[in-house]
């Protein structure tokens, strides 16, 4: 047998000896993936499905016999294999302060993808004692306008993350400093104001070729600009441009854009008054500069900016910051699209931010993943520069290993059905939320009503309690009477004094289910598993109603 066969036979003799002799095959392929974090899924579920069927066959004496001898010979503690480190040392890193940022256009929350850079970003400012700073990129007043609240939104994701935040830097809040660097590039013979048409200055960019503006001098060119301040240029009618190279292999790369005008601005940091705007790649190099970045993290689909940046830095004499670059990181089957995710709340098509079906941080929080799973899948992953899609099996796996043990078994009933036992023994009896008197004489339960409409004359054992022999069924409720302790099937789960859960599946549908009252205890945000469903995340608790969302099996 093979060391992870014996790991997973193990764990599920644990698991079964634990819950009435029944081991949860989601718990053990949780458990095996912990252990093996490479492992295909795939493969972590025969491993698991083999020992849980060996397991699951076997009487409880003998399960109880086999805890017993791993728990004398080797205990239970398994352990993961260590893995290596996925990121990579910086060399340069004795020489310079590593200064990390991470910046977001807050036109949108935090995702599963641009949690990437932020976490890896801040783990490389933490490792070299460096400094992770925060600054949003918000210079986009008419298309990408900033969400309410974005500041206190993206700061409360990242120190869920544990990304602690050294400064927080608006783009918005910087337009002047822009602007003086805007003029010092005019004033150099490196930027010029074009007035052309623009589809004459694409189909003249295109041939490698320069459009009249390009060569009038810097005072003509400053005049210009400051008409564009002025708002004497309209929307349209003139773009401040680099000069790069006309001959450059990339079109895009030639002589791009730095600043234009927009008529009507809407920004809830920014004057209306505020006519002239900087392109990304300008505001970002210039506050990269600035801010004293030496290290970016970005995705693969941003090394033209790079390129056109290297103009920039090459004009001012400055040295470009170090770069990694990595793929797209995306969860299976979720919208991670900010774009798509905005037009989907404003259509009501999702709840919000937060909806169940999204890939947002705040989503993944509201429904019970923990940080440390999403920073552990991170950080396995690593730089690594191809993308990466996220399947939730994986994602499930490894944050099963965070609450399982935290945890609390909670069985619910789906369609409440009184049963009344006779000649019952007076017994303390452990239950999902403790130890509980049950009556000598009459004592009500609340079960299943499928786990007894046709048991009639059979013997259940009501978990943890007794056997019983059902006497009697009515359309409302149904009668038995006490018939013994000894351990045998079916086990029946069962309540007593029932409040009602509402839990938020992944779909964003609602089920309703009845459960005992004592879930009112529970705080918001600790962790229950549910028999026959899986994990759920308490989201709030009122005096006669507990909501839950589903997690994950």
Known sequence: MQELEKKAYKYAIKNAYLHDGKADLGAVIGKIKALAPDIEIKEAIEYAKAAVEKVNSMQFDEIKAEYERFE???????????????????????????????????????HLGSARAAILSHEYAKRYNGKFLLRFDDTDPKVKTPIPDAERLFKRDLKWLKCDVYKTYFASDRLNIYEEYMRKLIEMGRAYVCVCDPEEWRTRIKAQKACPCRNLSPKEHMERFERMVRHEFKEGEAVLRIKTLLSHKDPSVRDWWIAKIVDEPMHPRVSSTQHVWPSYNFASAIDDHLLGVTLIIRGQEHQQNETKQMFLYSYFGWEYPHTIYTGRVMLEGAVLSTSKIREGIEKGIYIGWDDPRLGTIAALRRRGFQAETIRKVILDIGIKPSDTTIEWNTLAAINREFIINRSERVSVIEEPFKLIVEYAPAKQVKTDFGTIQLNEGLQDFIVEKKHIENKLNAIVRLRNAYNVKIKKITALQAFAEYVGDEKREPIIPWITEPVEIEIMMPDAKKIKRVTDKRILRKKVDETCYIDNLGFVRIDNVTETKVEAWFAHR
């Open 72 to 110: 004398r010979e080797e205990g239970f503690e398994l352990k993961p294999v260590e893995k290596e480190d996925k990121l990579p040392e910086l060399p340069w890193a004795e020489q310079q302060e590593v200064v990390t940022r991470f910046a977001p256009n807050p036109n949108g929350l935090m």
